[in-house]
């Protein structure tokens, strides 16, 4: 069975197993599954070794399954829960991925003040618009692009405390985290730059580096990696304020810092170095509600940082904004979002600009005439330069367009 598999598997059925001897005091399962129809632009998909910023590349129209998942929760006892997800997808290399599994202790409280430790594998707090079944968005098919980087690159193995203050109006929440097995986060974004995709990698999986790369480096495509690996043995923080209030909305500020030594690597697909990224950001976002509308802001600025050689250091600074606007009118719900995001390679000469820039528009317009049954048409325009692409015969400046129809049934 393949190990990723296995390890989804095996979360699930431990808290069956829990709950079938009658120590769960509650059960649940939630799942999705996903097809759609897909008009790809033309240039070939990242996802499949090319340059191109969208899930779908190489032109056509084609029915594609979209993905499935399986989200399983139980309240062990009263202070403790149990979570495991997984999720089925057809990217470069198709199979089950785990998500994130992790245990969850809070006890009660009969004060204001509320704290609780969980431990596993889990998302990092960045996303303010992934809170549905298998880390998706109720609003778009696609994500916003610092949220596609999160998906792809970013989990923490560790521990997280968090203590919360609620008052009669607003809530305050601290949180903090330990985390190791994520030293190559920063590999890909150097690389190839942003992305907006839908595909969201588990623990196990492998990312596909740009075939051009690749054979630039005297090497055969294709060549992937596991971003959620130990380099080095680093342990990585983060740290999250939050401040939510009825009637006005929440505000967040979050720090990550993956603490990586940038001089540390192991060997991987044949004997090549993957090397660990010093990989740090802050994070910015805020929601709120005006009448049937929902706005969702987020702002991220960080850099990467790679030493292959001592004293020898590359440093990729990358920023990267979006505003959601969604409508609540009932079984439909229209979105629309706006997305910037940004790269600059350092050291270059003086004058000399190397990086990339881009803007992206998302429109979404989801219809639910049930409660098991959703679908969406989702128009994505992306308009960006990448200077790298020169170097390979490739104008720097592209536009695509991709537009999906997905039926997707709940359970």
């Known amino acids: 069975m393949n190990p990723r598999l296995r390890m989804g598997a095996l979360a699930l059925a431990c808290m069956s197993a829990w709950t079938a001897t009658g120590r769960a005091q509650d059960f649940s399962l939630h799942g999705y599954l996903d097809g759609r129809l897909v008009v790809a632009p033309a240039e070939r998909s990242w996802v499949e070794g090319g340059l191109g910023k969208t899930r779908y590349g190489g032109g056509g129209t084609a029915l594609r399954f979209g993905g499935a998942a399986l989200v399983g929760t139980a309240q062990l006892t009263p202070s403790l829960l149990a979570l495991a997800g997984a999720q089925l997808q057809d990217g470069d290399r198709a199979g089950v991925d785990l998500l994130e599994a992790y245990l969850r202790w809070r006890p009660a409280s009969t004060t204001p003040w509320r704290g609780s430790v969980q431990v596993g594998a889990f998302f990092p707090p960045v996303s303010l618009e992934n809170d549905s079944i298998g880390w998706t968005s109720p609003w778009t098919i696609t994500p916003s692009a610092i949220n596609s980087w999160i998906g792809e690159e970013l989990r923490a193995t560790g521990a997280e405390a968090r203590i919360e203050r609620r008052g009669e109006v607003a809530r305050w929440e601290l949180r903090g985290a330990l985390f190791q097995r994520n030293e190559p986060a920063g590999n890909l974004l150097a690389i190839r730059g942003w992305s907006l995709s839908d595909l969201t990698y588990g623990l196990g999986s492998r990312l596909r580096e740009p075939d051009a790369y690749v054979r630039d480096d005297g090497d055969m495509p294709p060549m992937r990696y596991d971003p959620f690996r130990d380099i080095g043995h680093a342990w990585g923080n983060y740290v999250q304020l939050d401040w939510r209030a009825r009637g006005w ?96 390679e350092l050291p270059v000469a003086p004058g000399v ?48 367009t991709q537009v999906q129809l997905s039926a997707r049934l709940f359970y």
């Open 249 to 344: 909305g929440r505000l967040s500020l979050m720090h990550y810092d993956n603490h990586a030594d940038p001089q540390q690597w192991v060997p991987y697909e044949g004997g090549h170095r993957l090397y660990a990224w010093r990989t740090r950001f802050w994070s910015l976002g805020a929601t709120a509600e005006t009448g049937p509308v929902t706005w969702i802001a987020q702002a991220m600025d960080g850099d990467t940082v790679i030493e292959p050689v001592p004293d020898l250091v590359f440093t990729t600074r990358y920023r990267a904004a979006y505003l959601l606007a969604g409508w609540n009118r009932g079984a439909w719900r229209p979105a629309l979002r706006w997305d910037h995001f940004s790269t600059r």
């Open 353 to 400: 600009h190397e990086g990339e820039h881009g803007n992206a528009v998302t429109a979404a317009l989801n219809w639910r005439p049930h409660p098991w049954l959703r679908f969406t048409l989702e128009a994505l325009h992306i308009d960006s330069t990448r200077t790298v692409r020169a170097d390979y015969g490739l104008p720097t400046h592209t536009r695509g």
